[in-house]
């Protein structure tokens, strides 16, 4: 069985940092076609995102932070130089927290799955105490949490 999951959910592509941003849509659009019509598709196993709580993001990160983020929902914002909010971002940000979570071994062990998926970056697994990812905070980069 593989090691390797993949999260997908098409409400990723809600978020949209602007024309020419290296993390717009046809980029997940690109790798999503690429694990639907290649071999290596068939060899990850697939789960869904579940939309995070502010609770659960604020386990890592400030609450005050999180609820800054929360209340761009509905709007477009410059956030920092390279850093833009769409109206559909915080729901976006929301799923690949929840989703990071959903792949990350300490999630599934809570919920007694039968496989692990070790290739899922430490940075995504909410349930664990790490610090932020890098570049996660106000006007950081690309991330939002």
């Known amino acids: 069985m593989s090691s390797t999951a993949v999260i997908w959910d098409p409400r ?3 978020h949209d940092p602007g024309l020419g941003h290296p993390e717009r ?5 690109a790798i999503k076609k690429v694990l639907d019509e290649r071999p290596v598709g068939k060899k990850v196993i697939r789960l869904e995102p579940r939309l995070a709580t502010p609770e659960e993001i604020s386990l890592i990160h400030d609450f005050e932070y ?4 929360q209340e ?3 709007h477009d914002i410059q956030l920092g130089p390279d850093t ?3 109206p559909k971002s915080w729901e976006a940000a929301r799923l690949a927290v929840g989703g990071g979570g959903q792949g990350s071994r300490v999630d599934l062990r809570c919920r007694g799955a039968p496989w692990r998926a070790p ?3 430490k940075c995504l697994r909410v349930c664990e105490a790490s610090r932020p990812s890098r570049g996660a905070g106000p006007g950081d980069g690309f991330l939002y949490f």
């Open 12 to 14: 990723y592509l809600g």
């Open 66 to 69: 999180v609820r800054k983020i």
């Open 119 to 121: 290739n899922v970056p």
């Open 84 to 86: 833009r909010v769409s």
């Open 72 to 74: 761009t929902a509905g």
């Open 25 to 29: 849509s046809e980029r997940l659009l």
